[in-house]
């Protein structure tokens, strides 16, 4: 079994509740974390499929629950 980063497990719980979300409401939701250390998360997340990485328009991202691995993600969250 992989080991989960704190801020990836933090991302993948605030995304299960709230879904879709910009990443100016997650970084303000997860304020134990630099916007940074959010943001390259989000990113590692998104390489690997966990979540998927929407660009509506100019600098707006809207990083959501990709439903391909919702197995793993159901494994990395604890009910």
């Given amino acids: 079994m992989q080991q989960t980063d704190p801020v990836e497990l933090a991302i993948c719980q605030r995304l299960a509740l709230v879904g879709t979300c910009s990443m100016d409401l997650l970084t303000s939701q997860l304020s134990d974390y630099s916007w940074a250390e959010v943001f390259d998360a989000v990113k590692r997340l998104a390489r690997d499929g966990t979540v998927a990485i ?20 159901a494994q990395a969250i604890p009910v």
Avoid at 56 to 68: Q, T
Wanted: with cysteine; glycine share 4%; hydrophobic share 20%.
């Fill in 54 to 73: 929407k660009h509506p328009g100019p600098c707006l991202c809207l990083p959501r629950s990709h439903p391909v691995n919702s197995a793993r993600r």
